[in-house]
């Protein structure tokens, strides 16, 4: 129910109808004109897109906008002289009969010196009658002029047919102060009610009795208004149809500029997406066809530098996995003989015995080896598959800690496990995915100088995070993006205690870029490394953002190197690793943003 009417003094609260405030005037404006203030901005924003992207518009633009300037100021000025010629002339013509006339009222005034001041004031209405009767013919339509005569007092004496008020005052005055001519342009008012424009020309004149009184003579310009009308209305349809006509060269001109460009833009953009033997077409020898000739080379150039670029790339995987699998026969053979002599080494001397461990240790590594170039030679012909299925990732970062364990007790490192407690499923390749966190588990063991090597396990709506946190030496600015280069090591005269290939990183990243996912790196000299792994839960999904933050919590401000890899799984010839990707959207300190993790979530230490 409504709420009771305030009383006088209370202060005033919103009316509130079953326990929900009622909006008022004011909450309605406050949410209105945001809308209102985005839906103006929208043309707006069209216009200044479309402004940027097109040069044909802006040349027509440019213009459109001189050539109305020029084409207005031309306007204006044939327009005055026209106008001025035309009223020139007339007022000329004007001054000349009115002179004439006000001469010949003054001399018939003159010859009446012996009639009686009614008499005077008779003659005169008779002399002002015999001039508007001179300003009437037969052959116009209408007066040439209108006599309108004035007292000294400024009462009308006579008028033919226009209004004493016709008459200007600043007129009168001048006309009254000296005995000369004067003009001026006014608007002519008729006794019955209409109004043409007009030039008055006025004078004094003076009767025997010494009276002043004011002689006018009102010429109408409607000819005169009609003629600059005409001209004024063909200069401004010369004037649009100029503008228009610039406008349309301007656009044909832009067009045959601007189709080229275009052209080549269209060109270019066919040519990186791998149509090597698109090309411009040349016609005629301007500059344009320069510019088309030019493009060409530069494209026949690239076809064949990209070309030979290829058939390198592709003897250099075919080299690789012929070796490998060529390596196959006589390794299988070495490692039955090696593994005969390994289960038979205590029958052998203390030196010997060693020697066999040790051949035996590096046929493991050479077996290994040889299967991380087959794989990456699968990669760098574009032939890995994807074999995603609903798996839930607890049970492998539980299966690499458990195979990692005896190499951390070994090292003196303690392995920490962070798990939601609830299932974390995702589409995943169970096999790549282990093999990914195996290799940065195992690292984190080798690098973390016998410290704790921290994983943790998040996720959220839309992706899977896992990462693995070491306190070793780190990596120094710019290393991070070198860590997943093939065979690179920071310190090249620091052994692979751990049996690596010094391919592990590299087919990692291939199987993250694989799942459409990150994988990335970050490091401080003296404050460890940490890497992170990002994957979408649904397979083919566009990751946005990482439950988990790549820079860890426990670092201080200060500078970061990060480094990571969002680029989805493509390869057309050797590998390259680029510091960074585009798809990954970053933050100022150049990682994904982190979205917020499961807290439910599940620790464990491993030792």
């Known amino acids: 129910m409504w709420g009771t009417r305030p009383a006088l003094g209370d202060p005033v609260t919103r009316p509130v109808r079953d326990g929900a405030a009622v909006p008022t005037g004011a909450d309605v404006l406050s949410r209105l004109l945001p809308r209102l203030a985005q839906w103006s901005a929208r043309p707006w924003q069209l216009v200044r897109g479309a402004w940027r992207r097109s040069i044909q518009l802006r040349v027509i633009t440019a213009t459109l906008t001189l050539s109305v300037v020029v084409v207005s100021l031309l306007g204006i000025t044939l327009s005055r002289q026209i106008t001025d010629g035309l009223l020139q ?105 209409d109004s043409v424009p007009g030039l008055a020309v006025g004078g004094s004149i003076t009767d025997p009795t010494g009276q002043d009184y004011e002689l006018y003579y009102l010429f109408p310009l409607t000819e005169q208004q009609q003629t600059i009308d005409l001209v004024l209305t063909a200069l401004a349809t010369a004037g649009v149809l100029l503008v228009l006509l610039l406008c349309a060269l301007a656009w044909l001109v832009a067009r045959q500029v601007v189709t080229p460009v275009r052209m080549a833009a269209r060109i270019a953009e066919r040519f990186s997406a791998g149509r090597l033997s698109e090309r411009m077409a040349v016609r005629g020898r301007d500059d344009l066809a320069r510019l088309a000739m030019s493009f060409n080379q530069m494209a026949a150039s690239l076809q064949h530098q990209i070309g030979q670029l290829e058939d390198l790339s592709r003897m250099q995987q075919q080299f690789v996995s012929d070796v490998s699998h060529e390596l196959r026969t006589p390794l299988t053979t070495v490692r039955m003989a090696a593994d005969v002599l390994y289960e038979a080494r205590d029958d052998f001397d203390p030196v010997t015995e060693r020697s066999i461990e040790l051949l035996q240790a590096q046929l493991d590594r050479f077996e290994a080896l040889l299967t991380d170039l087959l794989e990456i030679s699968r990669f760098d012909a574009g032939a890995a598959a994807l074999n995603a299925e609903r798996f839930d990732v607890r049970d492998v970062v539980h299966k690499v800690i458990d195979a990692a364990t005896p190499l951390a007790v070994q090292k003196g490192s303690d392995l920490l496990v962070d798990v939601p407690v609830e299932p974390v499923m995702a589409e995943v390749d169970a096999r790549r995915i282990e093999r990914i966190v195996r290799n940065l588990v195992v690292n984190a063991i080798e690098h973390g100088e016998g410290r704790d090597v921290r994983v943790r396990l998040a996720t959220d709506d839309h992706a899977v995070a896992i990462t693995v946190r070491d306190h070793g030496v780190g990596l120094k600015p710019g290393e991070s993006s070198l860590v997943f280069h093939r065979f690179w090591r920071a310190d090249p005269a620091r052994a692979r205690t751990t049996g690596g290939t010094g391919l592990g990183l590299s087919i990692a990243l291939e199987d993250a870029r694989l799942h459409g996912g990150w994988l990335q790196a970050w490091g401080e000299p003296g404050e460890g490394s940490q890497f992170r792994l990002t994957l979408p839960r649904v397979a083919g999904d566009d990751l946005r953002s990482s439950p988990l933050a790549l820079v860890p919590d426990d670092v201080g401000d200060g500078a970061v190197d990060a480094s990571g890899v969002g680029e989805p799984y493509r390869r057309l010839g050797p590998a390259t690793e680029s510091p960074s990707s585009p798809a990954s959207p970053a933050t100022a300190d150049g990682e994904p943003t982190p979205s917020s993790a499961d807290p439910a979530q599940e620790v464990s230490r491993h030792a």
């Open 89 to 193: 002339a007339q007022a000329e013509a004007a001054v000349a009969d009115a002179s004439a006339g006000i001469d010949s009222a003054q001399r018939s005034l003159d010859a009446a010196v012996d009639q009686a001041p009614a008499e005077l004031r008779q003659t005169l209405v008779q002399i002002a009658e015999t001039l508007a009767a001179g300003g009437s013919t037969s052959a116009a339509t209408e007066p040439l002029y209108e006599i309108v005569v004035l007292g000294s007092e400024g009462a009308p004496t006579y008028r033919s047919r226009a209004s004493s008020e016709s008459v200007p005052a600043d007129l009168r005055d001048r006309v009254s102060e000296e005995p000369r001519v004067f003009r001026t342009y006014t608007s002519i008012n008729y006794v019955n009610g």
